[in-house]
């Protein structure tokens, strides 16, 4: 079943509220060798101006993975998962990720595109804190392999 076209524009409901923990942000941190020491230590973080530890730029990704699952699971999306290739990954800040934040996402599917057999899914995570102020928008394409 190919991507279904008609995906393009559609507006998913809101995820839960994530809570933003001090230690998720401490673990992702050295996932991905993020050093500075405001991604560790409180201390460095409120002297920076901070109110806790900051999530390096692409924490982000740990409150978009819940609206991809969003799109991988709708029924009529045609999205085989084991045919999908993470193409690119962008990210916006309006301001940094700090532990405490309560964040929630709603992801919009910006485009839909077919190149041969294949498709090129363009998905927009947009990420508000719970006041609804936008903190990041996390871009995702995803590249669905066509039949063979």
Same mark, same amino acid.
């Given at each position: ?8 524009? &559609? ?10 923990? /001090?230690? +998720?942000? &401490?673990?992702? *941190?050295? =996932? ?50 084991? &045919? ?7 990210? *916006?800040?309006? /301001?940094?990720? #700090? =532990? ?12 839909? +595109? ?10 927009? *995570?947009?990420? #508000? ?10 871009? *995702?394409?995803?590249?669905? /392999?066509?039949?063979?």
């Amino acid at each position: 079943m190919p991507v279904n076209p008609e995906l393009q524009g &559609r507006v998913f409901p809101p995820t839960e509220p994530y809570l933003v923990g /001090r230690e +998720k942000i &401490r673990e992702f *941190s050295r =996932a991905v060798f993020a050093t500075n020491p405001i991604n560790h230590d409180v201390a460095a973080a409120r002297a920076a101006g901070y109110a806790d530890v900051v999530g390096p730029p692409t924490f982000a990704i740990v409150i978009q993975e819940a609206t991809l699952a969003q799109l991988l699971a709708e029924p009529d999306a045609g999205i085989d998962f084991s &045919r999908v290739v993470h193409g690119e990954q962008r990210f *916006s800040h309006s /301001r940094p990720i #700090v =532990a405490g934040d309560t964040l929630t996402a709603t992801l919009t599917v910006a485009s839909v +595109k077919t190149l041969g057999a294949n498709a090129m899914v363009t998905a927009e *995570s947009s990420v #508000v804190d719970d006041t609804g102020a936008h903190v990041v928008t996390a871009t *995702s394409i995803l590249v669905v /392999r066509g039949d063979e």
